[in-house]
């Protein structure tokens, strides 16, 4: 095949793989999509082999899915047949960590985790951090602009991102590498290829900010009656400690106690409450953290905005109560299969938009397992459902979900993203002048519709 | 002339001045460009009638200059004799503070210090603040991706932005509105249109993040050795205080001495010192607050990072101090005229920039005044330079100036934009590849090249 000989002679033939030479994990990815085996998996080692690749790609009219780490739950790095799939991980450098300006310079294929441990080996942090550290991707990440565990104190991907390389379609390459915070010389171009899942260009190298490691870390659990108790307590945590709250996860009661069902947990509190909050906070100084915290959950009781509260007086107390949280590991084990949902909504909806859900989701399928939980303060509300629970009927609860998010004006997608699962759900989203504006950049930057062409939208 | 009266026809008369009828202040902004009467000035009251406006402008092929406070420095918003002037003042609305969620809904028009104002009512603070705060409108503070006082803690105009409301130059409307924190569906669009100089879009309306107001805040001047030291105090600071150093100004000597002698202020320390930094941080606790820096400066000054401290004991000694870093309000007074840089560097490279422009300075204007100061924690540099003692050769020291930002890595703009005035240099900062991109971005979404033609760079 001319095509395949003509890749190989760009990049070398040690670099292209097809059929049984690929190794089944890049067939699909954590979305459950159906797998496929691609033209070819590609797996260049530089910049110019990338945009080489795009150029033999480009000349024969063969389209490219970039592939990260693969642990996307929205399907946008599943391949295709009739196109290679790009795999970033041998450019996996952290290329240098500059203290002076507190940021780091990585290749797209380095993991999050490589990232984290890059940054705490010089008394930093990376402000992104998510379950599947130890396999994601920058490159994903960047292009996914993940959220996760860090947004409420240093914001989402995005935020991270001084400067990407990106290789355009056509092979030119943008080395938007500048890592000043201030730059303002025309179009941010690369705020358009974050978020942008591969469809306008394949980032190759970033320049990402660093976070002074905190010193001292408070954590506690708080017992609530309801949800805009959650909300003003979450005020006053944030107007107490401004730029210090770095983790409000609240618990709806189905959640607790599934959580505590499927570990074996005790309950935390002498009675069960309706809601719970996971506090985590961080400062300089344990002790006086820990009580600071403790006459604000004092305050916060007596305005009755809490119910009951504890203070985790170590740090395996303070795992203790994130063990709570993080039953979302169990959820592949306990559900068949587990129907997650990603929305954000207007915060002060939230409430009303679960309490919605749940009614409706009763009345059509009496006996349901749902759970509902989120980085609420992100705006960002997760619910998982057991699909035997419902009959397997995915498609009748998506529509129950995406039809509350766009009464409620929310986002079917908070964090991950649309790829091909929420195609269908993205006008609950979006306007059709929106849809009209994103079909016109794409065709812009990528004529020929061969990056990833058929995710987040169709052209 | 029939597209006079088809606007008339479209909006109202009242709402379309001609010739005479225009005030002057529209016929340029605060960048000195030279005066041009607009072919009309529009100023209309809703979204609507900016839509309408814009689709009677690309019937007719008539070009639109969109104007705000019209206090930009780099020229974006100065109108075109073929090309109405489109002004936002009239649409100044706050619509709406969310408290729960922490946001501001406001049009484009409203003033920087109305939002501020509007947020302190509530107790919450806005976190972009800047000298012009009482004449910018936030549409052009979105436009220019404003940065100013507030960008170490809180980033700059882009991360303040939740939503924003765009007209496209076919009239059409993205009502991208939403005020989640997390929105991953499809292309961030809202992205484009920030920092765009009114080139891709018209922004009518916006939501916009607030923060609490601080209780308590710590003011510091510090006498440093040399720029590294500077650095390292930097990165000090933010290691104890992390999220809460609300400013970190330098000031070279050349900068305080000019000051002092302008304000007939007394030197600040027993002894002048090459380096000045006005440090501020914000906290909870004043008392606690003060202590907690005065052990920081003292452990700097152990460790040769500081030469002397002196910690505001009162809010009247805390603007004494300011008061030294805002001799800037006095530029058009004493120097005729003042020739403003404004660059960003990576970090670490700022003193010897500083260092390699004031050599070719010194060496090709002997006895030039020159003053450095800036925004250190935001990679972003400040000279200004008075045109007599340069001979008037404001072109010579921009290419001396723009030809070291190259060479460092740096960028010609880091807050101000492109406009007119910076047009000539852009390629300092951006590569053909970038340019090219730019471009087919720019005909994506305005095809005829009706916004804001000639601004940024040219079709």
Wanted: net charge negative; with cysteine; glycine share 10%.
């Amino acid at each position: 095949m001319e095509f395949l000989a003509a890749l190989e002679r760009a990049i070398g033939a040690g670099l292209v793989q097809t059929g049984e030479a690929i190794a089944a994990r890049h067939h699909t990815d954590w979305s459950g999509a159906p797998p496929v085996v691609p033209l070819a998996l590609v797996r260049p080692r530089s910049t110019e082999e990338v945009a080489a690749v795009l150029r033999v790609c480009g000349d024969h009219r063969v389209a490219v899915v970039p592939q990260g780490g693969l642990t996307g739950l929205a399907g946008a790095a599943v391949p295709r047949a009739d196109a290679i799939a790009l795999s970033l991980d041998r450019m996996n450098a952290i290329e240098s960590v500059d203290l002076a300006a507190a940021t780091i310079t990585v290749q797209a294929g380095a993991t999050l985790q490589a990232v984290q441990e890059a940054a705490a080996a010089h008394g930093l942090q990376f402000g992104v951090d998510l379950g599947a550290r130890g396999s994601c991707q920058i490159g994903g990440n960047l292009s996914t602009n993940a959220g996760g565990n860090g947004v409420l104190q240093f914001g989402m991907m995005r935020e991270q991102t001084l400067g990407l390389e990106v290789v355009l379609a056509d092979g030119s390459v943008l080395p938007m590498l500048r890592p000043m915070l201030k730059n303002n010389t025309g179009y941010d171009l690369k705020q358009f290829f974050i978020g942008a899942e591969g469809t306008l260009g394949v980032i190759t190298r970033a320049v990402l900010r660093l976070h002074p490691a905190p010193r001292a870390r408070a954590t506690a659990l708080v017992a609530l009656a309801d949800f805009d108790a959650s909300l003003a307590l979450l005020g006053r945590l944030q107007s107490r400690f401004p730029g210090a709250v770095a983790a409000f996860e609240l618990m709806w009661r189905d959640f607790i106690e599934t959580s505590l069902v499927w570990q074996g947990l005790r309950e935390p509190f002498d009675a069960p409450h309706p809601f719970a909050a996971l506090v985590e906070l961080t400062g300089s100084d344990e002790a006086a953290l820990g009580e600071a915290l403790e006459a604000l959950l004092a305050e916060a009781m007596e305005a009755g905005q809490a119910v009951d509260a504890a203070i985790a007086q170590s740090r395996a107390q303070a795992l203790a109560f994130w063990k709570i949280r993080e039953a979302t590991a169990e959820l592949p084990v306990h559900m068949q299969p587990p129907i997650n949902f990603d929305v954000s909504l207007p915060m002060a909806g939230i409430g009303r938009f679960a309490a919605a859900c749940r009614s409706a989701f009763d009345a059509r399928w009496p006996g349901h397992h749902s759970i509902f939980f989120g980085h609420v303060g992100d705006s960002n509300l997760h619910i998982t459902t057991d699909g035997r629970s419902i009959g397997g009927d995915e498609a009748g609860i998506e529509r129950v979900v995406y039809d509350q998010v766009a009464a409620f004006g929310g986002s079917v997608s908070a964090e991950h993203g649309i790829g091909l699962h929420k195609k269908p759900y993205l006008h609950a989203s979006r306007t059709p002048a929106e849809m009209a504006a994103m079909r016109a950049i794409k065709r812009a930057l990528d004529p020929l519709d061969l990056l990833n062409p058929g995710k987040v939208f169709d052209q």
